[in-house]
């Protein structure tokens, strides 16, 4: 997204990259499970982090982080993440965690569509259903 395509007073945010945390990041192959990161990183996740960081703010986006989600061992979802991430050395690399979707110019989530038309999209949500 160009920088002027963000709402009057926000092109500072034309650099943010938002990337997903689990299934992105993480793998996170046993589902919600107990609630903490108990995953490794995805192949090149950690390097890809690294070497964006250099060009652009990474924001990580998680469901993990909501506010209304259960402490686990008396730690919120965006600490358990944050943990994770300096676990792995790479916390330096990422500017937030949030449960919110950031202004940014681009998403990288492994539950996403790419929009182009409503009638697409509802072709794919079909053929997608379980």
């Known amino acids: 997204m160009k920088s002027n395509d963000f709402p009057a007073g926000f092109a ?3 650099n943010n990259l938002a990337i ?5 990041i993480h793998d996170d192959y046993l589902g919600f499970h107990d609630g903490t990161c108990y995953g ?8 890809a982090i690294k070497e964006l960081s250099k060009s652009f703010k ?5 469901a993990k982080a909501k506010p209304n989600r259960p402490l686990v061992d008396g730690k919120t ?13 790479v916390l ?5 965690v949030t449960s919110e979707k950031p202004r940014a110019f681009l998403y990288i989530d ?17 053929a997608n259903e379980n």
């Open 92 to 96: 330096k690399y990422v500017s937030e």
């Open 58 to 62: 990474i924001i990580i986006f998680t």
């Open 20 to 24: 997903d945390f689990d299934g992105v």
């Open 110 to 126: 492994d539950n996403a569509y790419r929009f182009t038309n409503w009638k697409n999209a509802l072709e794919f949500v079909r």
């Open 40 to 47: 490794l990183p995805l192949e090149g996740s950690l390097e």
């Open 12 to 14: 500072s945010e034309a």
């Open 77 to 89: 979802g965006a600490e358990l993440v944050t943990d994770w991430l300096r676990k792995y050395n």
